[in-house]
């Protein structure tokens, strides 16, 4: 029996992974924030450990990274978890990478899985489809993926904006298989009542922003230790998508937040902050200069090391207050 089905409700997770775990968790994929040592950190740790391979910047670096986890980590050790994000070109490139150095999960975003599936399976890969609506959620079961991630209200980045009970509970009316759940799982008391809920495993991405480990810069950590959820804006207006950015970072690049676009469409915004060819180089960008976190910014407090916000999550987990 692994150490998180000793404690909690019976986990949906094959076997290969959930007895590696020690905390039912995944240190969520975020962009410029996910390296190798914030991944290491967690892996050893006992939370996988998510990165999306946007970040290494190029399939050569991807690579690295990949031979560095694998030299690194050892079989004990929670897996590491690949984000590939569907709309970027680079990603079937990206596949080949992965399947070389014999990646055990995967998380899909920001588009349908289905084109990923059938090859990750073929080669034993544990596939996670994020999800924001009824809608994405019978598409991706019908791509054939091995779990969900449920993205709702208060996630840090491209964000969901369902009510977290109720959409645990409406897909688990017809879905047995493992659920993640995004969106404000800020310390393990909440993760507890996730488990209660239904789900297998926290997506824990804001709160792992501010760790010695990630590559956010360390005016963006103390941001997140002073600000609270009332500084967190949803806005289409960076990304074309719902997304949580920081109020202060915005107003810090220049921006006035009364003017901007809030229903921006992809296009206009990746134009007007994004990081192509196409765009405007001078102005702030998105991720890079306009800092997202989710409402669980009001749990941040300090800048630990990634094990001991682990430590204590884990205490929480199991009756702390
Ligand atoms: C700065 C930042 C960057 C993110 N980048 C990605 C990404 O590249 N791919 C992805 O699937 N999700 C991304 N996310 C979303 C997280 O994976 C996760 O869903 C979210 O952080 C969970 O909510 P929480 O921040 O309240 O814990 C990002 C989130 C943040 C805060």
């Not at 775990?21 to 939370?47: D, F, H, T, W, Y």
């Not at 050569?60 to 694998?70: G, H, M, S, V």
Request: hydrophobic share 40%.
């Amino acid at each position: 029996m692994s150490a998180v089905e000793s404690t909690t409700a019976t986990s949906r997770l094959p076997e290969t992974i959930s007895s590696r775990l020690r905390l039912p968790a995944i240190a969520a994929p975020m962009l410029r924030v996910s390296g190798v040592e914030l991944v290491k950190a967690a892996c050893q740790a006992g939370v996988i450990g998510a990165f999306p391979t946007a970040n290494p910047r190029s399939h050569e670096a991807l690579d690295d990274w990949l031979t560095e986890l694998d030299e690194t980590l050892s079989e004990n050790d929670a897996p590491y978890c690949a984000n590939l994000i569907m709309s970027r070109p680079e990603t079937q490139k990206d596949i080949e990478i992965l399947l070389r150095h014999r990646t055990e999960m995967v998380i899909t975003s920001v588009g349908s899985p289905a084109p990923v599936v059938p090859a990750l399976h073929e080669a034993g890969v544990f596939v996670l489809a994020d999800v924001a609506t009824m809608k994405h959620v019978k598409k991706a079961i019908e791509a054939g993926v091995d779990g969900l991630v449920l993205l709702t209200a208060g996630a840090g980045g491209n964000t969901g904006w369902m009510n977290p009970f109720a959409f645990v509970r409406a897909v688990r009316a017809f879905y047995d298989g493992p659920i993640a759940l995004a969106g404000g799982m800020s310390d393990g008391v909440a993760l507890r009542a996730a488990r209660e809920l239904g789900v297998d495993l926290g997506y824990i991405g804001t709160k792992f922003i501010a760790t010695q480990e990630s590559l956010a810069e360390p005016e963006y950590k103390q941001m997140l230790v002073d600000s609270t959820m009332d500084d967190v804006l949803l806005t289409q207006a960076f990304t074309g998508m719902n997304t949580s950015f920081l109020l202060p970072s915005i107003e810090a690049a220049g921006l006035d937040p009364a003017t901007l676009d809030h229903n921006a469409d992809v296009a206009s915004a990746q134009a007007q902050y994004g990081g192509s060819a196409y765009s405007d180089k001078s102005g702030p960008r998105r991720w890079k200069d306009i800092w997202s976190a989710g409402h669980s910014v009001s749990g941040v407090s300090d800048v630990p090391a990634t094990r001991e916000i682990i430590d204590q999550t884990l205490r929480e987990f199991h009756g702390d207050r």
